[in-house]
Nanobody, 115 residues
């Protein structure tokens, strides 16, 4: 059983930045891929970014150039650096990881972009 714990959400003004963290209970080298999703209130969950163990990262068009996904294997942590935040980025952000063909999810962290 893989435990994923997100942190780093909060309230930020438009144009601001936040860094989300996802701490895993397993060595993240064994988690492939790891992803960030988000779910705005009343809408479907959508894929934001993918971090494979090897190869290119993927970003949704809506966040490309503003968000960066990265891993720190020494800390077993996945990050999502979010810059130039917009009100439409407001959502609950979830960490997802695949281990032995099973999907695991964190509990989510709220990001609110507002004046």
């Amino acid at each position: 059983q893989v435990q994923l714990v997100e942190s780093g959400g909060g309230l930020v003004q438009p144009g601001g930045s936040l860094r989300l963290s996802c701490a895993a209970s397993e060595n993240i080298f064994s988690l492939d891929p790891m992803r960030w999703y988000r779910q705005p209130l009343g809408k479907q969950r959508e894929l934001v970014a993918t971090s494979p163990r090897w190869g290119s990262r993927y970003y949704a068009d809506s966040v490309k150039g503003r968000f960066t996904v990265s891993r720190d294997n020494s800390k077993n942590t996945l990050y999502l650096e979010m810059n130039s935040l917009k009100p439409e980025d407001t959502a609950v952000y979830y960490c997802n990881a695949v281990h032995s063909s099973t999907d695991y999810w964190g509990q989510g962290t709220q990001v609110t972009v507002s004046t």
